[in-house]
């Protein structure tokens, strides 16, 4: 069964531009959430998709934006780069029913450095 | 302050040793607690969690909740080198937002 897929793994962009993340969930799995990893902050949730729709929304500023397609594909963009979104960007997908929502699938993540 | 607060660390340790991992909650209506584990350039993978109070047991990890004090914890026993990661506690908020410990970095040496 084939893992989390995240696309692309690294990139580099000056600040102002945007970038657009890709995240091919598990098969099956209709949930798919978005984190932020940084050294002094750790994991912080951005937004979670199930089916299509945004379920849940953490506290970043609306430059960071996501959604989710009918085959469960989810994209993540930032638009307007600042040097704090350098970071590594995980996707994790879950079956996203139930309480707690089961497990948490992650990709290895796409890491963003903002010049 | 944060839902779940995580000793930095880093952590060095002798291979064999017994690690301690450590965590805090700050909501007593949280009652499911895991244990993540990312290796260096790879996502994070759920080691083991556990409901409410108690001790879990996974072969050379153990998970103990104190829901009296609000703190988790990761025992690892006969730790190895391949035990070298960031460790990270979390707990599930409303809908599929986890709340997730900063992490410890623990380093086996053989």
């Known amino acids: 069964k084939a893992g989390v897929t995240q696309t692309p793994r690294y990139l580099i962009k000056t600040r102002g531009q945007q970038v657009t993340l890709s995240c091919s969930p598990i098969?099956?799995?209709?949930?798919v959430s978005w984190y932020q990893q940084t050294p002094g902050q750790g994991l912080q949730f951005l937004f979670e998709?199930?089916?299509?729709?945004?379920?849940n929304k953490g506290n970043f500023p609306g430059r960071f934006s996501g959604r989710q397609f009918s085959n469960s594909r989810s994209e993540m963009n930032v638009s307007t780069l600042e040097l704090g979104d350098s970071a590594l960007y995980l996707c994790?997908?879950?079956?996203?029913?139930?309480?707690?929502?089961?497990?948490?699938?992650f990709g290895e993540g796409s890491r963003l450095t903002v010049l | 302050q944060k839902e779940v607060e995580q000793d930095p660390g880093p952590l060095s340790v002798p291979e064999g040793a017994i690690v301690s991992l450590n965590c805090t909650y700050s909501?007593?209506?949280?009652?499911?607690f895991m244990w993540y584990r990312q290796y260096s350039r790879k996502g994070p993978e759920l080691l083991m969690y556990?409901?409410?109070?108690g001790n879990k047991e996974d072969g050379r990890f153990t998970a103990q909740v104190d829901k009296s004090s609000k703190y988790i914890s990761l025992f690892i026993r006969d730790s190895q080198p391949s035990d070298s990661a960031t460790y990270l506690c979390?707990?599930?908020?409303?809908?599929?937002?986890?709340?997730f410990g900063t992490g410890t970095s623990l380093t086996v040496i053989p």
């Open positions: 994790a997908s879950s079956l996203g029913h139930g309480y707690p929502t089961g497990e948490l699938f």
């Open positions: 098969s099956g799995h209709r949930s």
């Open positions: 998709y199930f089916s299509e729709t945004q379920r």
């Open positions: 909501n007593s209506a949280f009652q499911y």
């Open positions: 556990t409901y409410s109070s």
């Open positions: 979390a707990t599930p908020g409303t809908g599929n937002q986890f709340y």
